[in-house]
């Protein structure tokens, strides 16, 4: 959020004319070049670079996460780990070869996709999260600094491995 409200602060405060011809990040570095000259493209490709490689670890780290939790806090076997990072690098090797408008066409998809599947467990998880909601506001109601108990909302402690 910082990094994107920075961004755009500089380039709409650089003086350069946002169109068709100059967008994304030739824009970006086009902004950055009227004030650090021919140093800003440089600057700018190399932050490029090294937060593309930061998300994609990062990214990378919650799927292995999610894959342990949904396989039994197990984690899959090295074969299908080898398959699954050899197609993530495929990914990354075609979307750095199409197109921008592609690129983010297949992206509002997938988040598509994501909320498809969060929505209806946002529903379904809404009725913990209000009965923990009104166990805080009734603790703040006596005077006290609220601490969350599971089994103050009915849930079961022995089932959870954080929460007691």
Not at 79 to 100: K, Q, T, W
């Amino acid at each position: 959020m910082l990094l994107c409200t920075a961004t755009a602060l500089m380039c709409l405060s650089s003086g350069v004319t946002f169109g068709a011809d100059v967008s994304g990040a030739p824009y970006v570095q086009k902004a950055i070049s009227t004030v650090f000259y021919d140093f800003g493209p440089i600057f700018i490709t190399i932050a490029m670079v090294l937060f593309t490689f930061t998300t994609l670890i990062g990214n990378l780290y919650y799927v292995d996460n999610a894959l342990a939790y949904l396989n039994k806090k197990k984690r899959p076997s090295k074969l299908f780990m080898n398959i699954f990072y050899a197609f993530c690098v495929l990914v990354v090797f075609v979307g750095a070869l199409i197109s921008a408008d592609l690129a983010w066409i297949l992206a509002d998809i997938t988040m598509g996709g994501m909320t498809l599947i969060n929505i209806p467990c946002c529903v379904i998880l809404s009725g913990v999260a209000i009965k923990a909601l009104r166990d805080y506001e009734k603790q703040k109601k006596k005077g006290l600094n609220p601490v969350f108990r599971a089994r103050d909302i009915g849930l079961d402690d022995s089932k959870l491995s954080f929460w007691k």
